[in-house]
């Protein structure tokens, strides 16, 4: 089964560009989920998916950062206009059914898109 | 926010000693869950405790969970080189689906 792809896997800018990373779940898996690592600290959930609707994008700064799952499927996060603290590792996850209270799913994450904002 | 605190935030062993994180959390949960990350890559799910089980075992992973002192420890028996890497907690509070992470506990198994 093939894990969650990520693309691409680091990229470099200049403040104020903008930036966009792209993911693809595993075949059938529902939820997606994007976070934000910086360097030295956890994962920090930024939204999250089920099929193509929103169900989580609390802590998304959306002055600048977008996200969509079109056709509920692969999902693109955009960055626009990029700050030098948006360098972190952005790291797509998904799990094959939405947790909740009785049930709990695995989330598999892929390997991450390194962002570095000079 | 960062949910919980790993301590220690970094452990060096020597190769077949065990390891032992702690992780605590503020919150009410559900679940409770033990990922893996090696360096530059995505995490690894190791285990998940519900908040009604005190103690789960996988291999040579055994996790504990205190909902009293919210708080939770991860033991990684005869360590090997391979477990080298950086170990998060994370927790799916109450009323809420997706994971918060805590700051991780990074493992140094020196062979």
């Known amino acids: 089964e093939a894990g969650v792809a990520q693309s691409p896997r680091y990229k470099i800018i200049e403040k104020r560009q903008s930036v966009a990373f792209w993911c693809n779940p595993i075949s059938g898996h529902a939820t997606l989920y994007w976070y934000q690592q910086i360097l030295g600290q956890g994962p920090k959930l930024l939204i999250q998916?089920?099929?193509?609707?929103?169900?989580?994008d609390s802590q998304l700064p959306k002055d600048r950062f977008s996200a969509e799952r079109l056709k509920g499927v692969d999902s693109t996060l955009k960055i626009q206009p990029a700050k030098l603290e948006d360098s972190a590792v952005y790291l797509c996850?998904?799990?094959?059914?939405?947790?909740?209270?009785?049930?709990?799913?695995?989330?598999?994450f892929g390997p991450g898109t390194r962002l570095l904002v000079l | 926010s960062q949910q919980g605190e790993e301590d220690p935030q970094a452990l060096s062993i020597q190769e077949g000693e065990n390891a032992t994180m702690n992780c605590s959390y503020k919150?009410?949960?559900?679940?409770l869950q033990w990922y893996r990350q090696n360096s530059g890559r995505g995490l690894v799910h190791l285990i998940l405790?519900?908040?009604?089980?005190r103690e789960k075992h996988s291999g040579r992973l055994r996790v504990t969970l205190d909902t009293s002192k919210k708080s939770s420890s991860l033991l990684i028996t005869a360590s090997r080189a391979a477990d080298t890497a950086s170990y998060f907690c994370a927790t799916v509070d109450t009323g809420r689906r997706a994971l918060t992470f805590g700051s991780g506990t990074r493992l140094q198994v020196q062979p």
């Open positions: 998916f089920q099929n193509n609707g929103v169900v989580d």
């Open positions: 996850a998904s799990s094959q059914i939405p947790p909740s209270a009785t049930r709990q799913e695995t989330q598999y």
């Open positions: 919150t009410s949960i559900n679940n």
């Open positions: 405790i519900r908040s009604n089980e």
